[in-house]
């Protein structure tokens, strides 16, 4: 029994009621009071410490119900409804989120990032617009134009995948609206970086362009960036596996899977010919071509199986998919994404299923 499974074991309640608790509350118990004291409970040679702290833990646990509600309640609502977040499956987040601080002012229109949720696959950024008062912004406005990325993006191309970017007004009061960010795709492990938003010009739209009219136009430019630090990512499953795919003329074969409590990631690798890799190198129309068609071989066939039963595939998560060359190889490496519509708990993770074939992961 390590340091923290002594101090919850010690932990008692004087309520006949009381049900023992999970290992999922004793971690987000600790999570809270780590947050709120800055003291992360370990094991003491002596006697009288161990006992002092074990007061200390069951004092903040008298207060757990309404520490734990105020701290879920922390996470922005559109965040947490989006993603499903409950009590129960909180703690598998909690350490991914963040709130920087960042702001920019144009036209009397302030726009605030409130809160990030990443796990360098897939970012969520909540931002809040506040315009003067008076001012009556509705959820059916959108940007004109918004860019979401890491700022070195232009500079640095080799470091990071093609990927997907959205942004959506999810809620509107008044002369406020709050709005999310997201982005998803990175090939590899996203690094420290600076991520950059930019937005430009609110309003409600009818009509397709040219001749499209706004209405409600708020004109403005706001750039918005802060640091993003890997170390806020939650816990994640990498595994290196060797699958083949069926395929009736192409060696292809699933080579690493990552699973986070938010997404799903997939590489596959495609071998090709000598020719084939050397038209692809010379002619992007020759890569798509063949990524096109390696695609019905594998794009349906890559799901994640739940414990309970349920698979989640691409009908019923968000897609997103890639590829490159490496240099000097005669293959292509795919790169398949799935941004869960919820957040899932890794330990309810039954395995994955490829080609139909259920593999499982322990």
Known sequence: MNGIDEILHNINLDDDYSEPLTRSEQKRILSIINSKTGITPKRKKRRIARTLLIAACATAFLAATTALAAYIIELEKPLGDMLGVTEENFYEIENAVDAPVCSDEDNGVTVNVLQTLADSRTIYAVFEVVAPEGTELKQSYEFEKYHFYPSDWWDNPEKYSSFSMDVSVVEADGNRMKCIAT????????????????????????????????????????????????????????????????????????????????????????????????KAAENDRAGLDIFSSVGPYVYDYLSVKMKDGTVIDWQNAKPFRTGDFPEGENCMILQYYMRFNNIIEMDDIEGVIVNGVEYPIE
Request: aromatic share 10%; proline share 5%.
């Open 183 to 278: 982005a998803e795709g990175f090939a590899s492990e996203l690094p420290d970086c600076e991520w950059m938003l930019e937005l430009e010009n609110i309003g409600n739209f009818k009509g397709a362009e040219p001749n499209h009219k706004w209405y409600g136009y708020i004109d403005g430019k706001w750039t918005l960036k802060w640091n993003y630090s890997s170390e806020k990512n939650p816990d994640m499953l990498e595994l290196s596996v060797n699958i083949p795919m069926e395929c009736e003329e192409r060696n292809i074969t699933v080579t690493d899977i990552t699973l986070s409590p938010l997404s799903a990631q997939f590489i596959v690798r495609c071998e090709l010919t000598e020719d084939e890799a050397a």
